[in-house]
């Protein structure tokens, strides 16, 4: 420990990491989270595009495989509900990684399903880990970008998601008429294995969570030097975090300093929105066989759900650094009401059904994407994960409703329009919850001013300036 009475050269880490400009390290962070959540989409989608080769290999009725889908994303609601938090009090990398082995387990295990109930369980297993890897990769994107990109660099990585959702639909189509079902969740399984090694060796710690638990000076250095080698640090210098570590229960904090009325409606809309978004990506394909068209095109149609989600994320996002988040979200969930009915109105034309679907995912599962960037500005570092895990565990609620509500309508052989005319409700509650959300946008502005804590533990005297070199 430094002595007390020596001068102590503070360098504040949340400023140091806003003053960078965009390099090779940031996008070494942004490439390895984004292709962690790619496979974390991929997987999740998989199951869908298997849904109807499941279901005729089987011998299952219409909807039967609703359970299945439901566990699934109750897994994936208690991950990020566990997952979140702990990556707050232990770390964005450990977590991460162990999240990643466990649903890549769970979907090499899914290729080996032989009954309804083992597919259940392993769902909900692989769930788990899908749901506490996309918060913890979300919470490490924001805090290595630079505010002035934080919210492009997390829509960024989250279109890995929605590309590895689409890619699903893809590698369904080629593997299943040649393979089987199964081959879906093998390459699935080889993918994980691929990207697990990389994150072990490369994905580094969340430097603002480091210097908030009082992580050891010299891995702090040592990451700071590969973000920008011609940083330098004196002898006497010390890591500073003005964002106060947390105690306590860390849910609670996000009712804490006005943030309540903002954290429910969040929770609103990422319930919705993840409803109509699970509704329509586990069952389209099957409503759309279902109609009289093939299932390749139903295949096909579905993907293009992810396709205009990556469109729509970037595009939205474009439109939020200029016009207002609040405006283009609100705009974006009534655009997507309307598209929703459509895809119950296109009759036998492919290309309106086509059309539909991708204005539909360019709204929702782009609208998600938006959503998940303003989100990661509303907590400070200290309660980010467990902000964004609780807003997505929250909305996995609607993500476990819709697909179990889809089962059942489809079991009433209820007509394709009216379950599409439901599905665009609650498009329409989500707008109306951004609207409300805007009155509290204050809450998003820096969390930086009271000061926090120190990562060698000794005293700063704050009038020295700060020796580091940029």
């Excluded at 964005?92 to 466990?102: E, K, N, P, Y």
């Excluded at 609103?268 to 978004?277: R, Y």
Aim: proline share 5%.
């Amino acid at each position: 420990m430094i002595p007390e009475t020596d001068f102590v050269t503070p360098v504040d880490i949340p400023a140091l990491i806003d003053r960078q400009t965009f390099g090779r390290f940031h996008l070494q962070v942004l490439l390895l989270c984004a292709a962690t959540l790619f496979i974390d989409g991929f997987d999740v989608q998989s199951i869908a595009y298997v849904g109807p080769s499941v279901s005729k290999d089987w011998h299952l009725g219409p909807g039967a495989l609703g359970p299945v889908f439901g566990a699934g994303v109750l897994g994936l609601m208690l991950g990020a509900l566990v997952f979140g938090p702990l990556a707050d009090r232990v770390g964005r990398r450990t977590v991460l990684i162990s999240c990643v082995l466990l649903f890549g387990a769970g979907t090499l295990a899914t290729a080996a399903a032989a009954s309804m109930q083992g597919l259940l369980v392993i769902r909900f297993v692989a769930g788990l880990g899908l749901g506490g890897a996309m918060p913890t990769a979300i919470a490490l994107v924001a805090e290595y970008s630079p505010s002035r990109l934080r919210a492009r660099m997390v829509v960024v990585a989250f279109c890995g998601y929605s590309v590895g959702s689409a890619s699903g639909g893809v590698v369904a189509a080629n593997l299943i008429p040649a393979f089987g079902w199964h081959a879906v969740f093998y390459f699935g399984g080889f993918l994980t294995l691929l990207i697990a090694p990389i994150l072990l060796v490369a994905l580094p710690e969340s430097l603002r969570v480091l210097s908030i638990m009082g992580g050891e000076s010299e891995g702090i250095v040592r990451i700071l030097r590969r973000m920008n080698p011609e940083l330098q640090f004196g002898e006497a210098t010390c890591f500073v975090n003005h964002e106060e570590k947390l105690g306590g229960f860390p849910v609670l904090h996000l009712f804490r300093e006005g943030r309540a009325p903002a954290t429910i409606l969040l929770w609103i809309i990422f319930f919705a929105n993840l409803l109509d978004l699970f509704l329509m990506s586990h069952w389209l394909p099957t409503i759309i066989n279902d109609v009289g068209f093939s299932l390749q095109t139903a295949v096909i149609a579905t993907s293009l759900l992810q396709i205009g989600g990556t469109i729509g994320g970037l595009a939205l996002g474009w439109l939020m650094d200029r016009l207002g988040a609040y405006r283009v979200l609100s705009i974006g969930y009534v655009t997507a009401a309307i598209f929703i009915v459509g895809i119950g109105l296109v009759g036998s034309s492919v290309w309106t059904l086509m059309v539909s679907v991708l204005g539909a995912g360019f709204c929702i599962m782009g609208g998600q994407i938006a959503l998940n960037a303003l989100a990661a500005t509303f907590y400070p570092t200290p309660m980010r994960s467990t902000g964004l895990g609780w807003a997505l565990g929250i909305g996995r609620v609607g993500s476990f409703v819709g697909p179990v509500a889809g089962g059942v309508m489809l079991s009433l052989q209820w007509s394709t329009l009216t379950i599409f005319l439901l599905g665009a409700i609650p498009a329409l509650v989500a707008a109306g919850a951004v609207a409300g959300l805007a009155r509290f946008r204050h809450l998003t502005s820096g969390h930086d001013e009271d000061q926090g804590p120190v990562s060698c533990g000794a005293a700063i005297e704050t009038s020295r300036p700060i020796e580091a070199s940029i």
